[in-house]
């Protein structure tokens, strides 16, 4: 007769005492994160990342954003997402550019000009705005992404169901949440099948420009075609039938996790009660 | 197609993969040291599990992939340094999912793409279209927008649309995927007919009756290096089966069959009625 595969091999490794026992179950119900951040439960990563968004934001000059900056840092050297996090503000980097061309040349009511060129006049204060505003960017969406680069997707879907955010509450945030890695692999995929038609996506820019409808419409199609396909996979998997579901795995939430995201959320309270009342800033 | 654009068709090169290696970003070590040569007009199925590198090995040829280690030549040259809209006139490649392809509100319209591509305009590109649709079965479908069509017919689609670009190189991944009977035999017909106007025929496919039946070569893939290289006759033959067995693959049902009754290698349904008639004559 042929073993399940929830019973473990009586001779396995996994059925030897002292290991860890795996018993056939998929890689996303037995994973097992490590490391102090990565361990912490969604609810409390999505507060501190709240924290850290509210206070980039809210706190005046400097001291916001290079405090974050900070605490930053060494969450992501001890949690090893360091490379991940210059990826992503490698890709801000656009973003980031015309922010500080913008401020350096039309800060309005800037005066302090670096030097002058005819019309072009860049100034003190323009640069410095530039740069808290960059930093501020830069650090805002370090912060969602440290969160987002240390949580599994599956978990934060099964605490927020825990929570009792509701099934299609649950399916709208995954939704949304998985929509950009999903989207960049699919753009990827067409367009190697575009450039494989002779579509040219280097050469020239008015080339490219052309590119931009034979790239776009199989994405946007796609997309429509995989939430159709999606809600009939789930509507087939009693989806919305009634009653409880099972939860497979459910992300350990501990004390330190319950305090962590108290002190969080007090802290959050306090800069903007602060901030409201003209004591910072 | 007319004897003038069928002449436009470059002649097919010959394709050398030297010791080629490739490793994605996340480490996943698709291709590992793999030598392969492909003559002008050959018609090679590329076959193995999932994960062996099938795909990866055809992307290399037309630069949407470039080598971690070791070279492509098409006859001799380097493709390294050849752009990939240079190399997509001389190599068409059907992806598997059309669906990551088809990007025009027409069939005729997604068939013109990429020979428009190629510069190609007037009476031609007609011509190009109107012989990919009937290759194809589609020629009833000219101003059907592609996503009213199924899945199948989709697929047959984007098949047409890199036949239109008639490159010397053709390659399909997985063409009989969602394919019923009917279209297996038709994506058949198109690498015959593409083999009889001296075009090389790559294919990627886990359908190893198609891949006995359809081509001159099959090539068995495992762990990203070639593990059985013949005609479909040696390949499916019994003695390799445990090669095909260690790569995922089941032998195609006539080699079975022939291997049973004790009448040699008989990869394919003609190969087998053969044999058959052979053992009993008089009854053929």
């Known amino acids: 007769m042929e073993r399940s595969p929830l019973v473990p091999d009586p001779g396995s490794a996994a059925s030897s005492p002292g290991l860890p026992r795996n018993l056939g179950l998929p890689e996303y119900v037995t994973r097992r994160p490590s490391g102090f951040y990565r361990t912490l439960n969604p609810a409390t990563k999505l507060a501190i990342a709240a924290l850290e968004v509210v206070t980039v934001f809210l706190v005046p000059g400097w001291l916001g954003p290079i405090a974050v900056l900070l605490v930053l840092a060494v969450v992501a050297a001890a949690s090893h997402t360091a490379r991940a996090l210059a990826v992503i503000g490698l890709a801000a980097s656009p973003l980031v550019i015309s922010i500080m061309v913008v401020n350096l040349f039309i800060l309005p009511g800037a005066v302090d000009p670096i030097f002058r060129a005819g019309p072009i006049a860049p100034t003190w204060s323009g640069l410095w705005f530039g740069l808290l505003t960059s930093t501020r960017l830069l650090v805002f969406s370090s912060a969602v992404a440290l969160a987002y680069v240390t949580t599994p997707v599956d978990d934060l879907l099964a605490d927020m169901s825990r929570r009792g955010l509701g099934r299609r509450g649950v399916f709208v945030v995954g939704a949304a949440v998985q929509m950009v890695p999903r989207t960049i692999e699919r753009v990827g995929e067409i367009m190697d099948a575009q450039r494989a038609r002779g579509m040219d996506t280097e050469g020239r820019i008015w080339r490219r420009a052309r590119a931009i409808v034979p790239l776009a419409a199989p994405v946007v199609f796609g997309a429509l075609t995989e939430v159709e396909e999606r809600t009939m996979a789930l509507e087939a998997r009693a989806f919305t039938a009634p009653g409880r579901q099972t939860q497979l795995r459910v992300p350990a939430d501990r004390s330190r996790d319950r305090a962590l995201r108290w002190a969080a959320l007090l802290a959050l309270a306090g800069v903007v009660v602060l901030r409201l009342s003209g004591r910072v800033g | ?284």
């Not at chain 2, 394709?15 to 392969?36: M, N, R």
């Not at chain 2, 240079?86 to 027409?106: H, I, K, T």
């Open chain 2, 1 to 284: 197609m007319s004897a003038a654009t069928a002449a436009r068709t470059t002649a097919a090169p010959t394709i050398e993969f030297e010791g080629v290696s490739f490793a994605y970003p996340d480490g996943t070590q698709a291709l590992d040291g793999l030598d392969l040569r492909i003559e002008p007009g050959e018609t090679v199925a590329i076959v193995g599990q999932n994960g062996s590198g099938k795909s990866t090995l055809v992307k290399h040829l037309n630069g949407l992939l470039r080598p971690t280690a070791g070279r492509v030549l098409m006859d001799g040259e380097d493709v390294r340094a050849v752009h990939v809209a240079r190399l997509a006139a001389r190599v068409g490649l059907a992806f598997q999912n059309p669906d990551r392809q088809l990007c025009a509100g027409s069939v005729k319209a997604e068939i013109e793409f990429g020979p428009r591509n190629l510069g190609i305009r007037g009476a031609e590109l007609d011509e190009r279209v109107k012989a990919a649709l009937d290759a194809v079965g589609l020629a009833g479908e000219v101003d059907t927008n592609p996503y009213d069509m199924g899945y199948s017919r989709r697929k047959l689609l984007a098949i047409a649309s890199v036949l239109a670009m008639l490159t010397p190189i053709l390659i399909l991944d997985e063409p009989t995927t969602g394919q019923d009977a009917r279209g297996v035999a038709r994506v058949g017909s198109v690498v015959a007919a593409a083999a009889a106007a001296g075009r090389t025929v790559i294919a990627v496919s886990h359908d190893m009756r198609f891949a006995a039946e359809c081509f001159g070569r099959v090539v068995v893939m495992r762990d990203g290096s070639v593990a059985l290289d013949g005609a479909p006759a040696e390949v499916f033959a019994e003695p390799h089966w445990p090669e095909l067995r260690a790569a995922n693959l089941e032998p195609p049902l006539p080699a079975v069959a022939g291997a049973r009754l004790g009448l040699g290698s008989t990869p394919t349904d003609a190969t087998l009625v053969a044999a058959l008639v052979e053992l009993a004559p008089e009854r053929g």
